[in-house]
């Protein structure tokens, strides 16, 4: 199973970025599928959730980022987004893509998720 992320940049507060994971080894559609972000300086244990979804196309959000970001897959090329609209400098973070072969768990928990990506990093200036 392999994530690889891509997308990500150097933007101003107010801009956006459209990040991608694409998948290989594992079917996004048949699985719960996550974008994480590790803020600058951060334990990995301070891990943040981000947006999920489901096989079900279930959706979630952290509050920091609802309305502003977007979560979305395509099945064809077992590729999932999130689009990222009004980033602030609080968005600044290494964002990291997910697989977990369960349900989705409560929007936070990250720990059971079975494989990672390497990251790539978003960093917003004001």
């Known amino acids: 199973v392999q994530l690889v992320e891509s997308g990500g940049g150097s933007v101003q507060s107010g801009r956006s970025l459209r990040l991608a994971c694409v998948v290989s080894?594992?079917?996004?559609?048949?699985?719960?599928m996550g974008w994480f972000r590790q803020p600058p300086g951060s334990e990995p244990l301070e891990r943040q959730g981000?947006?999920?979804?489901?096989?079900?196309?279930?959706?979630k959000y952290a509050e920091s980022v609802k309305g502003r970001f977007i979560i979305e897959r395509d099945n064809a090329k077992n590729t999932i987004y999130l689009q990222m609209d009004m980033l602030k400098p609080d968005d600044t973070a290494m964002y990291l893509c997910?697989?977990?072969?369960?349900?989705?768990?409560?929007?936070?928990?990250?720990?059971?998720?079975?494989?990672w990506g390497q990251g790539t990093q978003v960093t917003v200036s004001s």
């Open positions: 080894g594992i079917s996004v559609s048949s699985n719960c």
């Open positions: 981000v947006a999920t979804i489901d096989a079900d196309g279930t959706l």
């Open positions: 997910a697989v977990y072969d369960q349900k989705c768990p409560m929007m936070g928990i990250w720990w059971p998720f079975n494989y």
